[in-house]
């Protein structure tokens, strides 16, 4: 668990000014107001708001208040009474990064090279059918280094659908929920066929690009070739950042667009361009790479300017194909890759023969709910909505 913040504001009350304060902070009234968790404030089941914020009068004050070691109770002017934990007032006079750890599911990341052949991230299959605790270790492991294999799970389908959905539901999209494709173009993408694919993340041509992806080699019969290629895509940004930072800078504030136009009558691309770089302005914390070469569309630069990205992405390319950087697998059935589609790149190499994988596509915002649950438990994610 991450530990709180080793010099917490000492919450008090200044009542000559009947205000609430965390440290140097004063606390504004309308915020503690608005921020009431009684369940007349909030709905006991749904956790959602029912006061109407806008109600509350502009200059609320406190009528009376009384301060204990673990609490802060107030009279509010409105006849409102409320009380508010220590820790809560705590969490919202922190930094910005400290708020972030709960809400965006945040743990130490590790990043890593071709080095992590040597001990990849891994759970195993139990048939004891707890899925739960299998998730929760799945997940913390995604979380920290981006991918995870799943082991001794029954190689079909039909199991390796009941672990992602033990997960979250499985995202449907124009290639379907579940897939289990082919070399066969039954999808009008490269994924349908037996070329190499370099390292990228996918559905960048989606606004909301794909959150985990998951790839159980089920069959490959008959050839060869078919090696599974992953990059630690936030491993080779600070590379680069470290490298060359003006290259860095460029592709953190390019907007790149993408396409999906193979399928008849499918034509998506996202309501904007995003760069291939994207972290949380309020802490710098990295968020997402978006990379993928096949599927891009416009640089959003006049095109007299477009030389420049391409000079920055062409360093970032050269990275990414770094021996160092790639970890190579062979996947095999039993052993079910699950990764961070919004950190770590993946690919593969030519292959012959029949080569069958089944896995499916799950949103980022669900696996991090489902993340966040086993790894911070239920009570500290409310108690910190208000405050991250
Ligand atoms: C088979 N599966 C559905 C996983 C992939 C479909 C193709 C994904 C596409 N090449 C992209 O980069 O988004
Ligand atoms: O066939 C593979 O191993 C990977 C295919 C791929 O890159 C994808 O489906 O996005």
Redesign the pocket.
């Known amino acids: 668990m991450p530990k709180r913040a080793p010099s917490l504001p000492e919450i008090g009350l200044k009542t000559n000014v009947n205000k609430v304060t965390a440290g140097t902070k004063e606390i504004p009234n309308i915020w503690l107001r608005d921020n009431c968790q009684c369940t007349a404030c909030v709905h006991d089941d749904t956790k959602q708001r029912l006061l109407d914020t806008f109600s509350i009068p502009k200059n609320i004050a406190i009528s009376n208040c009384s301060e204990t070691e673990e609490a802060i109770n107030i009279q509010w002017s409105d006849g409102h009474e409320s009380q508010y934990s220590k820790e809560f007032l705590e969490d919202a006079a922190n930094t910005f990064e400290e708020r972030a750890i709960v809400r965006q599911g945040i743990t130490n990341l590790e990043l890593w090279g071709s080095e992590i052949v040597e001990n990849p991230p891994r759970v195993r299959y139990s048939e004891t059918g707890d899925t739960q605790s299998l998730v929760t270790d799945l997940l913390t492991r995604i979380r920290k280094f981006g991918f995870c294999y799943v082991l001794d799970a029954p190689a079909t389908p039909e199991a390796t659908e009941q672990i992602l959905r033990s997960i979250a539901f499985i995202r449907e999209?124009h290639?379907?929920g579940f897939?289990d494709?082919t070399a066969d173009l039954a999808?009008k993408?490269?994924?349908?066929t037996n070329i190499a694919?370099e390292a990228?993340?996918?559905?960048?041509?989606f606004s909301d690009?794909?959150g985990l992806?998951a790839?159980h080699l089920l069959e490959h019969s008959g050839g060869e070739g078919g090696a599974s290629l992953l990059v630690d895509g936030f491993k080779v940004a600070a590379d680069l950042l470290a490298e060359d930072p003006e290259a860095y800078g460029i592709l953190a504030s390019t907007n790149v667009h993408s396409h999906?136009s193979g399928n008849e009558g499918i034509y998506i691309q996202p309501y904007r361009g995003f760069p291939v770089f994207q972290h949380d302005p309020a802490t710098g914390i990295p968020l997402q790479v978006r990379w993928?070469s096949?599927?891009r569309a416009g640089v959003e630069l006049p095109i007299d300017q477009v030389e420049g990205w391409y000079d920055a992405a062409r360093k970032w390319d050269a990275l990414l194909k770094q021996e160092e950087n790639e970890y190579w697998a062979k996947l095999e059935p039993g052993k079910i890759l699950v990764f961070d589609n919004w950190r770590v790149l993946h690919g593969r190499s030519a292959f012959t023969g029949k080569r069958r994988?089944c896995?499916g596509?799950i949103n980022r915002d669900d696996w991090i709910s489902r993340f966040k649950v086993g790894y911070f438990g239920k009570d500290r994610i409310l108690e910190r909505l208000a405050t991250g």
């Open positions: 999209t290639y379907g897939y494709f999808s993408d490269t994924a349908y694919l990228h993340t996918d559905t960048t041509y690009p794909a992806q790839f999906a993928n096949s599927d994988i896995g596509y």
